[in-house]
């Protein structure tokens, strides 16, 4: 579309897949395990030295710190260390080496982005912006994580990034996050574990408690109980699993925000955290909290959820409520309308529906708000992010499903009051796959989480066929004016 002036900027974000982490690598089978323990046990000390110096040699300039996660995996296999003598820290270096392997995080693709303004606007030039990007990094096994970079718009309109850091470094997971006992009773009800186990655990506990505080009622409750029953012991294991999926992260400030990266933690995310999207979110009383709902996927179920933080150093990630909570693309508005949470979604994998809640975690009775109509976007329609409020409506940058699986951006237009009220839409998209953004993972997609307005324009990052990421953007006044209202 012409007439909306749209500047592709030079700029391309590449996977580089010398950016890596050092995983667990540890054998299923308890004698696998052994065997390796075994061989490592039956070195000399000086043979142990002499392999643990190789090791850093090799890996050292790899890493901020490599002792760590390798102390951190001998931790985890400890227990089948069949001796009574201690080791010296050499030997649990080796051992930790032989159950770690390095893991390029971004060595498939550094896509599906989205855009918010830094919490940080010190030293920037009038009618500039510093603005922080979130990018889903995909490696082997198409494992999925997020990752960030820092960047400055110009006054004249300019997008240029921060050096990025050649390491990344994974968060502190934070040992006692704290809990919300409503929203933790919500999801064990959901769950089908309304039952005297979960009312035993949960009724001694206070409004918000501690993961110490659950396991003494956990043990307190079990130790009530004996012998356990099937339900008693599955109950048990959900309320574990709900826990371990509620969880906090927390970065070093000395770490800069390059080098941050969010790995999958819980089992429900183990095979990635896809496609985050990150809104600046203001309260009624002026608060501003940083939310991003993301796919959570486990190899066979997806599930959205909620990462929070007002830093982009401590994080809480969530686990969402209510029947409305499924399948993808959940988009939520930077602000309350008439006092209500507002969130966009796709339950059905085809439109784009609407939900209001009086609670940010929970989230129901969706209504559809909005369907194909084009044919570009003919197959499915669905959001790229969280709308943007500007002076003439919440502009929604959509993306539509076309003939031969193209993937087109476009927009449409919300009322301010009442969102579920159409304003009008874009005919054409205001951006297709051209030249050689057709080419990668997936052909002929171009792919946004999020976008935001400055200084009149929209800066609208977006994926290049599941591969890399450019950046476009464009007059925010001709792009209103494209829209056909209706």
């Known amino acids: 579309m012409n007439t909306l002036s749209v500047r592709r900027h030079e700029i391309t974000l590449l996977p580089d897949s010398a950016r890596v982490i050092i995983r667990p690598f540890i054998p299923s089978a308890v004698e696998r395990i052994a065997g390796v323990i075994g061989r490592a046990l039956a070195l000399s000390e000086d043979e142990v030295v002499k392999k643990v110096e190789v090791i850093h040699q090799a890996f050292d300039s790899r890493h901020l710190d490599i002792e760590t996660p390798l102390l951190e995996h001998y931790a985890k296999v400890r227990k089948h260390v069949a001796t009574p003598h201690p080791l010296s820290r050499a030997r649990e270096l080796l051992i930790g080496a032989l159950f770690s392997g390095e893991y390029a995080l971004e060595s498939a693709a550094l896509f599906n982005p989205s855009i918010v303004p830094h919490p940080d606007q010190s030293g920037v030039a009038d009618g500039g912006l510093r603005f922080?990007?979130?990018?889903?990094?995909?490696?082997?096994?198409?494992?999925?994580?997020?990752?960030?970079?820092?960047?400055?718009?110009?006054?004249?309109?300019?997008?240029?990034?921060?050096?990025?850091?050649?390491?990344?470094?994974?968060?502190?997971l934070v040992p006692n996050p704290s809990y919300q006992k409503k929203s933790f009773i919500t999801k064990l009800k959901e769950m089908g574990f309304e039952n005297d186990c979960a009312t035993a655990v949960m009724e001694p506990l206070g409004a918000q408690f501690t993961r110490t505080d659950l396991g003494s009622s956990v043990a307190r409750t079990r130790n009530e109980a004996l012998p356990a029953t099937h339900e008693f012991s599955r109950t048990l294991e959900c309320i574990k699993w709900l826990a371990d999926?509620?969880?906090?992260?927390?970065?070093?400030?000395k770490i800069s925000l390059s080098e941050r990266i969010i790995f999958p933690v819980s089992a429900n995310e183990s095979n990635g955290i896809e496609d985050a999207r990150f809104v600046r979110f203001t309260e009624d009383d002026g608060s501003i909290l940083y939310c991003a709902t993301y796919t959570a996927y486990n190899g066979r179920v997806i599930l959205p959820q909620l990462i929070e933080t007002q830093d982009f150093l401590h994080f809480r990630v969530l686990t969402l409520n209510g029947s409305g909570v499924q399948n993808k693309g959940m988009a939520l508005f930077p602000r309350r309308i008439n006092g209500r949470y507002v969130m966009l979604s796709r339950q059905d994998d085809e439109n784009i529906l609407i939900m209001f809640s009086d609670y940010l975690h929970y989230w129901s009775d969706p209504e559809i708000l909005l369907r194909p109509a084009e044919?570009?976007?003919?197959?499915?329609?669905?959001?790229?992010?969280?709308?943007?409020?500007?002076?003439?409506?919440?502009?929604?940058?959509?993306?539509?499903?076309?003939?031969?699986?193209?993937?087109?951006?476009?927009?449409?237009?919300?009322?301010?009051?009442?969102?579920?009220?159409?304003?009008?839409?874009l005919r054409e998209p205001i951006l297709s796959a051209e030249g050689i953004e057709r080419e990668g993972y997936v052909?002929?997609?171009?792919?946004?989480?999020?976008?935001?307005?400055?200084?009149?324009?929209?800066?609208?990052?977006?994926?290049?066929?599941?591969?890399?990421?450019?950046?476009?953007?464009?007059?925010?006044?001709?792009?209103l004016s494209e829209i056909v209202r209706d």
């Open 245 to 253: 999926s509620n969880y906090e992260l927390r970065f070093s400030p």
């Open 443 to 479: 052909p002929n997609v171009v792919y946004s989480c999020g976008s935001m307005i400055h200084a009149g324009k929209l800066i609208l990052p977006y994926a290049m066929s599941d591969k890399a990421t450019a950046i476009a953007s464009m007059p925010l006044d001709k792009l």
């Open 132 to 172: 922080i990007m979130s990018l889903r990094a995909t490696g082997e096994g198409h494992i999925s994580s997020i990752e960030f970079r820092e960047g400055i718009i110009s006054p004249a309109g300019d997008i240029s990034f921060a050096e990025v850091s050649r390491f990344v470094t994974m968060p502190q």
């Open 375 to 425: 044919v570009w976007e003919s197959v499915k329609l669905g959001n790229c992010g969280s709308p943007i409020e500007t002076d003439e409506g919440w502009l929604v940058i959509t993306h539509g499903v076309g003939p031969m699986r193209t993937y087109c951006i476009g927009a449409v237009l919300l009322d301010l009051d009442d969102p579920t009220r159409v304003i009008g839409r």
